[in-house]
């Protein structure tokens, strides 16, 4: 199959938007963006791919940091690290991204069940989980933990197969999973997982989970809001592994424990944007993209004052 570079382009584009607004709300001092790699992650890393990236890399001269990300692994940050300065989630530093990512989406749920479905927690909610990988399967053992009722579905039966033993879930074929009845919906695949034309089949009351751009226009979260049905800004709820990759350039480097303190700050963001959405009327992402858009001009003008007319985002863009 022929590469497809606009489509390539055009996703990276959208997906250092959202990684902008992510890190705006997570108050970290940086800009967002993101790198789209061509190939098959199961076939396609070889030495002279991660290579050719980070001298690509180190060419913009810390304007721009990658990290672990869908379809890489700390051991792939250690071989572009072997050319590049400007990685981060190497096996020595944060590493595995996923469980730390997870840990913070479900602070992010936790909130948004307590605003959308009152009660005490997760304990006996009927929960889907769309995917089942790097993010999905953590969160999924977080969410059973937590007491609630499992209904998976995943592409790799495997998967699927280990929800099912160590978690007590019920599988669902990946088609189904988006129409199951159940309290809450958390989509950990690869997005856009929602059309504005197929939203009729939901039947949950509420949407939160850590994939990426998961909607494919922002019309589709006005219908998901006239329906009645909670969607939380993706970008806010999957902060976890971007806070805990930037932990690394902090005096001391990494820390588990520090980390894990910062993640509950993801909860309360989730409940500031979801009570001022519900206080005026508004889908819980106007509220959102509002708020990223006056931190930003707020971080543009501190930087500006700072450095001049031609400053930019403190300390390089980040792709975690």
Not at 199 to 213: E, K, T
Request: glycine share 14%; charged share 25%.
């Amino acid at each position: 199959v022929r590469p497809d570079l606009r489509a390539a382009a055009r996703e990276a584009g959208e997906l250092a938007r959202a990684m902008t607004r992510k890190v705006l709300l997570a108050g970290l001092p940086f800009g967002g963006g993101k790198a789209v790699v061509l190939g098959d992650p199961r076939h396609d890393k070889t030495a002279a791919r991660w290579t050719a990236l980070g001298r690509a890399i180190e060419r913009l001269e810390g304007r721009y940091w990658t990290g672990e990300d869908s379809g890489t692994t700390p051991a792939d940050m250690d071989a572009i690290g072997r050319v590049c300065r400007y990685v981060l989630g190497r096996s020595g530093g944060a590493g595995d991204l996923g469980p730390m990512t997870a840990r913070g989406a479900l602070h992010g749920i936790e909130a948004a069940v307590r605003h959308r479905l009152g009660g005490a927690g997760l304990a006996g909610l009927r929960v889907a989980v769309q995917g089942l990988g790097a993010v999905g399967m953590p969160l999924a053992g977080l969410l059973a933990a937590a007491g609630a009722r499992l209904l998976v579905a995943d592409l790799d039966p495997a998967r699927v197969e280990a929800a099912v033993e160590r978690l007590g879930a019920r599988a669902l074929p990946p088609g189904e999973i988006q129409e199951a009845e159940a309290d809450l919906l958390v989509p950990c695949a690869l997005g856009p997982v929602f059309e504005a034309a197929g939203l009729d089949g939901l039947r949950c009351a509420l949407i939160a989970g850590p994939a990426n751009n998961q909607l494919d226009r922002w019309e589709t979260a006005e219908r998901l809001h006239r329906r009645g049905i909670l969607f939380v800004p993706d970008y806010v709820v999957s902060a976890g592994g971007v806070i805990a990759a930037t932990a690394e350039l902090e005096p001391g480097g990494f820390s588990p424990e520090r980390v894990r303190d910062r993640l509950t700050g993801i909860g309360e963001r989730v409940r500031t944007i979801l009570d001022e959405a519900a206080a005026a009327g508004l889908p819980p992402l106007a509220v959102a993209e509002a708020l990223a858009a006056r931190l930003r001009r707020v971080r543009l003008s501190a930087a500006t004052a700072r450095r001049g007319d031609h400053a930019a985002l403190p300390a390089g863009a980040l792709a975690c």
